[in-house]
């Protein structure tokens, strides 16, 4: 069956550094998320991406945020100056329709961030 | 934010019986459910949903319930085997009459034990 996967399963970065999360959807998909949790709480929505643009970002999706699509395969999302608090298991997605009832989100198996 | 709510952190069944997760949610403007099941180190996999115009639907061993009124839903698994021991997540969705994929707002989960 076919998977999401991400890369680096563990990022260790100083805090104020730039960092890359990488994710590789399903190849057929048009759709692609990224969710995050922060350890012992609820998963959260970021961001979500369609036709080469952002369609909706949450709050904490902020400025230090950014994502891309840099070719056909590839998915990422840069933090630019990682803060403390952005320590979380960060999680693609992606879906191959727009309706849920028949394209539910395909997850990877996550990238721990530790940021010290 | 406890748009949706898994009040049972944990649940220990035998294998065989049934397992009842439950799940609440307090925006009215939810109209589509998930379950989704988590293993440790993976991200997590799609396991049944439930739109809120039905109240029921079933996938071999595992059925969701949905009782609007209540705004509640329960996931059941008849019979549990070893293997469904797993972190249990609610989530729920504003998809709107296009059920377009938004974003999902999750409970933090139900540790479920089957024990053989």
């Given amino acids: 069956e076919p998977e999401v996967t991400q890369t680096p399963s563990h990022q260790v970065t100083q805090m104020g550094q730039e960092v890359i999360l990488r994710c590789v959807p399903i190849s057929n998909h048009l759709y692609f998320y990224w969710y995050r949790q922060i350890l012992g709480q609820k998963v959260e929505f970021l961001v979500s991406f369609y036709n080469n643009e952002i369609s909706e970002k949450s709050e904490i999706f902020d400025d230090q945020f950014s994502v891309e699509r840099p070719d056909g395969s590839n998915f990422t999302l840069k933090i630019r100056s990682t803060k403390l608090e952005d320590s979380a298991m960060y999680f693609c997605a992606s879906s191959g329709g727009r309706a849920l009832y028949n394209s539910p989100l395909h997850f990877g198996n996550g990238t721990r961030l530790t940021v010290t | ?116």
């Fill in chain 2, 1 to 116: 934010d406890q748009q949706v709510k898994q009040n049972s952190p944990s649940l220990s069944v035998q294998e065989g019986r049934i397992s009842i997760l439950n799940c609440d949610y307090t925006n009215s403007m939810f109209d589509y459910f998930l379950w989704y099941k988590k293993y440790p180190a993976e991200g997590p996999t799609f396991l049944i949903s439930i739109s809120s115009i039905k109240d029921k639907n079933e996938d071999g061993r595992f059925t969701v319930f949905l009782n609007k009124s209540a705004k509640h839903l329960s996931l059941h698994i008849v019979p549990s085997q070893p293997g469904d021991s797993a972190v249990y997540f609610c989530a729920a969705s504003a998809s709107g009459n296009a059920g377009n994929n938004r974003k999902l707002i999750w409970g933090l989960g139900t540790s479920l034990a089957v024990n053989p």
